[in-house]
């Protein structure tokens, strides 16, 4: 075998993997259409590309007022959703019922165009909603929340339980995904609930 047949094998490769990518991402799309449609009358969906996390759905429902609600999800997420075979169209819906609870429509938010900017979201918004979303949880235990620093993962946000002194006590998430999360018009703080609701079951406290 010459080097040019397995150049050839590894082109082919390749575009095999393009091709089936692109029709995952045209698949999901649809799919999310049609999970909403079967609880909001008018839905919109484009693709974004993310430099960390690949493709995202934005999608736009609009409520009887033609005011518009945007929400993102992540490739990965809706692909475990939809074969999960728990209701998907269910979940989806969910995050667009809790958005109409601002009238007048909300759009995504508007990318910070600075690093200053940035950093004013994560000090100012983020940080601050995730540890009040955590104390507020499981009020009145002793929780910790707040920022760390991670070798692999950089600036993270840990939160878990002081109290458990075996094992695992906390969860950490990266400070960009949480972020990314909030841009979507997600709440960050459900990952870290999440996380903190599993610490509990492993260690039996609920």
């Known amino acids: 075998m010459n080097n040019e047949t397995t150049n050839e094998e590894i082109e082919n490769n390749q575009a095999t993997n393009e091709e089936n990518f692109a029709e995952l991402v045209k698949a999901v799309h649809h799919n999310g259409l049609v999970a909403l449609r079967q609880h909001f009358d008018n839905v919109e969906a484009r693709v974004m590309n993310q430099e960390i996390y690949g493709p995202v759905f934005v999608f736009q429902v609009k409520d009887d007022s033609d005011n518009g609600y945007a929400c993102g999800f992540f490739l990965r997420e809706l692909v475990a959703k939809f074969q999960s075979g728990n209701d998907p169209a269910q979940w989806m819906a969910s995050f667009f019922i809790e958005l109409m609870k601002t009238e007048g429509g ?93 610490i509990r079951e492993e260690h039996g406290m609920d």
């Open 106 to 198: 909300r759009g995504l938010p508007k990318p910070p165009e600075s690093e200053e900017e940035a950093k004013a979201i994560i000090d100012k918004v983020l940080v601050p909603q995730c540890i009040a979303a955590v104390q507020e949880e499981f009020a009145p235990e002793q929780v910790h929340a707040g920022l760390d620093w991670n070798e692999e993962h950089g600036a993270v946000f840990e939160a878990g339980f002081p109290e458990i002194r075996d094992g695992n006590n906390v969860c950490a998430y990266p400070l960009h995904l949480l972020y990314t999360q909030l841009l979507l018009n997600r709440d960050p703080a459900d990952l870290l609930l999440q996380g903190m609701y599993k």
